[in-house]
C-alpha cells in the first residue's frame, strides 16, 4: 500500500484497523499477520498460503501447473468467501 499524503491521523486509523484485523479469526479469511510502516510504504504481511493464491488458482493457469477448477469448486469458494465477509462485517466480536 502507498500513499503520498498520509498525516498522522491517517497513519493511527491504519494501525487501528490494522490491530482489530490482527485479532480476527475465521477458517474462511487469511490471517494478517502484522504489518510495517516505512515514510509513504505500507507493507501487510499475511500467512503463508503454500497453496497458492485464489487468484493463482482462478487465472494463472498455466504459470502455476493448477488444473482448471471445476463450476462446483467455484461455487464452493465463492460461498467460504461469502462466509468469511459475513463474519467481518457482523459477526465478528469487534
Known amino acids: 500500500m502507498e500513499s503520498a499524503t498520509t498525516g498522522s ?3 493511527n486509523e491504519f494501525q487501528t484497523e490494522i490491530s482489530v484485523l490482527n485479532k480476527v479469526r475465521h477458517r474462511h479469511l487469511v490471517s494478517l499477520l502484522g504489518c510495517c510502516i516505512n515514510e509513504n510504504e505500507k507493507l501487510l504481511v ?3 498460503m503454500p497453496q497458492g493464491s485464489l487468484t493463482q488458482h482462478l487465472f494463472d493457469l498455466g504459470e502455476n501447473g493448477c488444473s482448471p477448477l471445476t463450476w462446483k469448486q467455484r ?9 468469511g465477509m459475513e463474519y467481518l ?6
Open 9 to 11: 491521523k491517517g497513519i
Open 46 to 48: 499475511y500467512e503463508y
Open 75 to 83: 461455487i464452493q469458494i465463492a460461498m467460504d468467501v461469502a462466509r
Open 89 to 94: 462485517h457482523s459477526l465478528a466480536p469487534q
